[in-house]
């Protein structure tokens, strides 16, 4: 799927990715390819990406907002 990550200042990640976890206000939660469209709020944390080698990523944040659908993110993050 395919994810971008981004700031006020500028771009974390442009890619694709296989899953991906996210530090949500409720606990973290983890997405994969077709998941059903949602729209959460992200707190401090971290956003650890999979890709399809399995090799991982990680993006530390703020907080934030991840809009997801139709197998692409974006994720607005402070």
């Known amino acids: ?3 971008q990550i981004i700031t006020p200042d500028k ?3 442009t890619g694709q990715a ?3 976890q996210f530090p949500g206000l409720d606990g973290s939660f983890e997405v994969m ?7 959460s709020a992200l707190k401090k944390g971290k956003i650890r990406l999979k890709h399809d080698d399995d090799q991982e990523e990680l993006f530390e ?4 907002v991840v809009e997801i659908l139709n197998n692409k993110m ?3 993050a402070e």
């Open 74 to 76: 974006l994720v607005l």
């Open 61 to 64: 944040i703020n907080g934030g």
């Open 1 to 3: 799927m395919d994810i």
């Open 18 to 20: 296989k899953l991906v």
């Open 11 to 13: 771009t974390l990640f």
């Open 33 to 39: 390819n077709n998941h059903a469209p949602m729209i």
